[in-house]
């Protein structure tokens, strides 16, 4: 027995006037979703508690069984295994933007004149950094897309309690970085951080990407500044504290970098945007042979399109994303055999809040021997009257291992 | 956008034979509650966890987003907020009984022939008390209504884990405070409350209102007994905690302490009494006045007559009051535009039980955008059915606020 948590990103919604007083779910024509209802179990689901907005990152965090208040320390960690950092308990990471100061120190352009190219190479020389009166700490930088990099601290007596260098605007130096608490590592931190900071101008001010681009009159990614301190928490892997042996199938970084926080395996899907305009056929041929010819017994999927369509307020889109990831991959979901699916959201984004709100998302459970309930449209409102009534993300793993028959006895 | 959390108190009931086996709520005649059942999401709420018998002290507590369990120290600083004493974390605070002894220190009455004229006279003796060991400890005392009186003590090594002094019964003498644990904190606020026991009567034994009523045979209040300590709990006001202007419009002490405990603002209402003979139509005029004119954002309204008739046992009367609190009251608040309304109750007072009783209560959302859920009454047995299926008190402010689009997001 296989089971899939699908997740279709941002999917829930609020009734809109222009649809008639239904949700883009609920006006969308969507005879497979509907179709997996009618066979399976319905509810409403709070991915973290009712009222709480969740991110995506949060909420997945949560569904994958890990609560979110004691993992989520900060976006740096989630930012780091997004693009590929080995990370450790212990590490403190953080986002960085490339930015341009000016030779007064003063941040000219924060996202360096939004550069695209070439970072990694100035990432190289970045790697060779050493601070002089913290040689045990080992300091790895990793470019992600564009102005954005990531840095990781890892060694003995470090804190991610200090504050971000991003000076947020634009005409003053980048911000002292200081402690947030009184601890000895806090201040040892924000001290190696002020060094890291000047050093990185000093190593990459007149590198040679960035001689070429002041040449050309673009701002150089003269230096490095970190944000968004998070100490990367002890947790157990997916594979471990379920039994399984599980791969992510998503779009964005910030997905992936939640299963690979996980410890799970990622599977990349050729022309996956991460947009509407994705390739779902792609997508879904990718899930089909691994669910039935590799052995992964579990998987999660998360496709973006819904949710990027939430925060452009662009319910036609969000309507047709819908159809097309019904008509394209749910339709072959339903041919599955020996599979659990929980088919749901992370989170509602909203045409009218164009951003996450905290209305809770239908959750839908297909498999054999399922109770069905007699609901029979997948959509906000009529996932009310399901017998799974409302459940949080938290349930979600232990649901469905229940139902593969992989979850162990509480008691005798 | 506004926010209002409407409480009838004590408004869930059961199923009453004289009512052919329906609840107060289901037999009146409500069409303004059922419009706003129609318009809205319903369901049902606990508003401490299903099965917990709350008071309306600890259900008001939980519904504006605090613990009881953590919060809820004791009856004393509720009791204290209630009557207008500044109350600081830290702080150890009683209920007090004016009571009457002889001059063998024997409680004759408890309750002081119910004193309820010039307390207030006899405090301010009590207020120039000074306990030569304790003189470092501020004691502050207040009156209540009747024969009720607050005391709170504010300095360094106190402890509320102290006995109380009420001997409960006439005939004895004031008990002897003991501590409950064994720190030199609840032993010295033992001491203490011994002696400030000890010391009221010497102060006030001969107060000329005491001398007065002697004089016309009715018991002297003489003494002050407290019980209920509760230490002050350090909270985050309600504002900062949620970035809100809050204000609250309530009948009783009870729910004005609760309110000022969470340092809301209190907006007082005229001939507001608290039973089912209240000024409606002052207590609607206020609310329209302050969500239509005033800066506050967030408002807390309490209603009280529905407990009054539950506790009474009177069905009558509660059935009249809801229709009347209908037809006065929620009629003039389906009016308002760009306010989220949630009316709810903080408890279940049944008709047949005469008390509180842990019965989940209907719960109702109003407002644009929000998933209507084709419940088109507004009763304990209609709500079941509603797209908000079961939630607890504890959700309620992340929900509303989420709903007034002011809810910070966890995550990215």
């Known amino acids: 027995m296989k089971g899939i948590v699908f997740i279709m990103d941002g999917l829930g919604d ?3 006037k222009e649809l008639n007083n239904q949700t883009p779910l609920q006006a969308a024509n969507t005879p497979n979703l509907d179709k997996m209802a009618k066979k399976g179990i319905n509810g409403i689901m709070d991915s973290i508690k ?6 995506s990152d949060t909420a997945h965090i949560s569904i994958l069984g890990y609560d979110p208040n004691i993992v989520y320390t900060g976006r740096g960690p989630f930012e780091a295994c997004g693009v590929g950092i080995d990370i450790f308990p212990g590490d ?4 960085c933007n490339f930015s341009t100061v000016n ?3 003063i941040v000219t352009d924060r996202r360096a004149g939004r550069i695209r190219d070439n970072t990694s190479s100035i990432i190289s020389k970045l790697n060779e950094m050493k601070i002089e009166e913290y040689e045990d700490i080992e300091i790895v930088f990793k470019e992600s ?7 990781v601290l890892r060694g003995e007596g470090l804190s991610d309690k200090v504050s971000d260098a991003d000076p947020k605007i634009e005409g003053k130096p980048p911000k002292i970085v200081v402690a947030k608490d009184d601890s000895a590592e806090a201040k040892k931190t924000a001290d190696l951080l002020n060094k890291i900071v000047k050093k990185s101008y000093e190593l990459i001010k007149n590198h040679p990407i960035n001689l070429n681009r002041v040449e050309k009159n673009e701002p150089p990614a003269n230096i490095i500044i970190p944000r968004g301190a998070g100490a990367v928490p002890d947790v157990e892997p997916l594979n471990s504290k ?6 992510c199938i998503a779009e964005t970084g910030l997905i992936m970098g939640i299963a690979r926080f996980a410890g799970m395996e990622i599977i990349e899907v050729d022309g996956a945007t991460g947009g509407v305009d994705t390739n779902l056929d792609n997508i879904v041929d990718t899930i089909m042979d691994n669910v039935k010819n590799s052995d992964y017994d579990f998987f999660l999927v998360n496709i973006d399109g819904a949710d990027e369509a939430g925060h452009d307020g662009n319910y036609k889109e969000k309507l047709e994303f819908i159809e097309k990831v019904d008509d394209i991959v749910v339709s072959k979901l339903l041919e599955l055999k020996d599979t659990i699916i929980i088919l749901t959201a992370d989170h509602s984004t909203p045409i009218s809040v164009m951003d996450h709100s905290a209305d809770p998302v239908p959750i839908m459970i297909n498999g054999s021997d399922i109770r069905v309930d007699g609901v029979n449209k997948f959509n906000e ?11 949080r993300g938290s349930d979600v793993m232990d649901i469905i291992l229940d139902l593969m028959g992989k979850s162990p006895k509480f008691g005798a």
Not at 92 to 95: G, K
Not at 381 to 391: E, S
Request: glycine share 12%; hydrophobic share 40%; net charge positive.
């Open 92 to 95: 403190i990471a953080f986002r």
């Open 381 to 391: 409102i009529d996932a009310t009257k399901g017998g799974l009534l409302r459940i």
């Open 14 to 16: 609020r009734p809109l």
């Open 242 to 247: 379920y039994s399984l042996n599980s791969a």
């Open 103 to 105: 030779d007064e120190f």
């Open 145 to 151: 897309t564009g102005h954005r990099a990531v840095l």
């Open 50 to 55: 009712p009222g709480i907005r969740p991110g």
